[in-house]
């Protein structure tokens, strides 16, 4: 039950995965146990997340008992409070303790889902996501209920190619479809609204992370006036 070994990699460009966001600085993260079992984590931060693994984590996972996730991640957040708390260091903490949970359901052999209280014999919703309208209709001519593109800008620039996009997914796979938008954290409150209403007549069930995550007063306004659902901001 004891770490023998953790290691991060970032799988090359050329032979990624398909989907693995590699530009995202998405990375794997690998942990060996003394007894043979090997848990799988997704974590980010590229480079750095990969080096703040291998180094400060690196001392505090080695020889500790794989079983206990919780105390180990108190552990990993303590060490690094001095420059994380957030971004690179949590990611790099999100991906160890991803793979140490992936142990835990390995060494008790039950899918992980049971782990935390769910049921491998029910079925849940999910959705395709694009970053084009061609990728959100090819998603939705293939079976996919619901749909999820791209819908961001920066502050200031036209918002035309945008509110395009969302009319063309939703005029072509028709009223059914459960359409959404993620803006990926551009925009501010005033192009969030300004977007909101042009795209209000294509039902968007919801908008995604409009704002940066911190700025907590201007998703509270957005939740207050926008016409579409805001998700994200919490």
């Known amino acids: ?18 989907g693995w ?9 690998i942990v060996e146990t003394a007894d043979g079992l090997i848990g799988y984590g997704v974590g980010g931060g590229g480079k750095a ?13 080695v020889g500790a008992d794989s079983t206990d996730v919780e105390a180990i991640w108190e552990e990993m ?26 142990l835990r359901a390995k060494r008790q ?18 959705y395709k996501t694009g970053s084009s309208a061609t990728e959100g209709i090819t ?8 749909v999820k593109i791209h819908a961001g800008v920066n502050p200031g620039q036209d918002l035309s190619a945008i509110v395009e996009g969302i ?5 072509t796979l028709g009223p059914a479809l459960r359409l959404m938008g993620d803006a990926c ?27 940066p995550p911190d700025d907590l007063e201007g998703y509270a306004r957005l939740r207050d006036e926008c016409p579409i659902p805001i998700a994200g901001g919490e």
């Open 109 to 126: 052999k039950k899918p992980l889902v049971e782990l935390l209280g769910g049921t491998t014999d029910e079925s849940i919703p999910v």
């Open 139 to 146: 998603a939705g001519k293939s079976g996919f209920s619901a």
């Open 167 to 171: 009319r063309k997914v939703r005029e």
């Open 1 to 18: 039950m004891l770490i023998r070994n953790v290691r991060a990699l970032q799988p090359g460009i050329d032979n990624s995965p398909p």
């Open 49 to 61: 997340g990969i080096h703040v693994i291998e180094t400060a984590l690196r001392q505090i996972l």
């Open 77 to 102: 957040y303590r060490s690094t409070l001095a420059y994380g708390r957030k971004g690179i260091a949590i990611m790099a903490i999100s991906g160890v303790d991803l793979a140490l949970w992936d």
């Open 185 to 211: 954290m551009k925009m501010d409150v005033a192009t969030t609204l300004r977007l909101a209403e042009q795209l209000e007549p294509y039902d968007l069930y919801w908008l995604e992370e409009p704002l």
């Open 21 to 29: 966001r590699t530009w995202m600085g998405q990375i794997l993260v």
